[in-house]
């Protein structure tokens, strides 16, 4: 069964720093992209960050609102993504989602998908003095 | 403001069908089948309901159907029930960056 969960959430003062870890289980982690999304409180879903796998060359693309502040990291090993969180802002202030996809490679087939095919079930962050 | 459009919110009786639309631009829905749906309860993680504009996932209702037209993709619920009240979001490809573009979302509601 896939699994992703996340933790590392709470509460932070603007212009400190956080990271959120995404623990994966039940599918082979490396042949995976992992997505970072957010939601403010009574918002929508905003897109934050992804990581491709090695089979897409382990690249990274991110929000313009998140970009230069938080850095989005792989441990292929330990089945972990994760999000850095730099000079953090309230307007940050959101439950942090992680997701799989969008793509995949196995057996050095790569399979440009576009959707987010399982979520974790959150972290909550709070940016607030 | 999101790069694709939705309506805030729908609604309808339980037993009617409903549909959400979902307006991109030349740059995404209207030139690519890669659109996706996601449903969210309060409180919980988005599911993902349909991908490539008409697929089902394993185990997601019948009742689910996705369709498109021109730069307009849409997801119909039919024969609505008390538990498909949620907010429900379209996602799209997108050919001028390497985002994961998403809607703003549109709830809802059983009468």
């Known amino acids: 069964e896939v699994q992703l969960v996340e933790s590392g959430g709470g509460l932070a003062q603007p212009g400190r720093s956080l990271r959120l870890s995404c623990t994966a289980s039940?599918?082979?982690?490396?042949?995976?992209?992992l997505t970072w999304v957010r939601q403010a409180p009574g918002k929508g879903l905003e897109w934050v960050a992804l990581i491709r796998g090695k089979g897409f060359g382990m690249t990274t693309d991110y929000a313009a609102s998140v970009k230069g502040r938080f850095t989005i990291s792989r441990d292929d090993s330990k089945s972990v993504a994760y999000l850095h969180m730099d000079n953090l802002k309230s307007e940050d202030t959101a439950v942090y989602y992680c997701a799989r996809g969008p793509g995949f490679c196995i057996g050095g087939v790569c399979h440009r998908e576009y959707y987010l095919d399982y979520w974790g079930q959150g972290t909550v962050v709070t940016v607030s003095s | 403001q999101s790069a694709l459009t939705q309506p805030a919110s729908v609604s309808g009786s339980p037993g009617q069908s409903i549909t959400i639309s979902c307006t991109g631009t030349t740059s995404d829905v209207d030139n690519y089948d890669f659109v996706s749906w996601y449903q969210q309860h309060p409180g919980k993680a988005p599911k993902l309901l349909i991908y490539d504009v008409t697929k089902r996932p394993s185990g997601v209702s019948l009742r689910f159907s996705g369709s498109k037209s021109g730069n307009t993709a849409s997801l119909t619920i039919s024969g609505l029930q008390a538990e498909d009240e949620a907010d429900y979001y379209c996602s799209s490809y997108t050919d001028i960056s390497t985002s994961v573009l998403l809607g703003g979302g549109t709830k809802l509601t059983v009468l």
């Open positions: 039940g599918f082979t982690f490396g042949d995976y992209t």
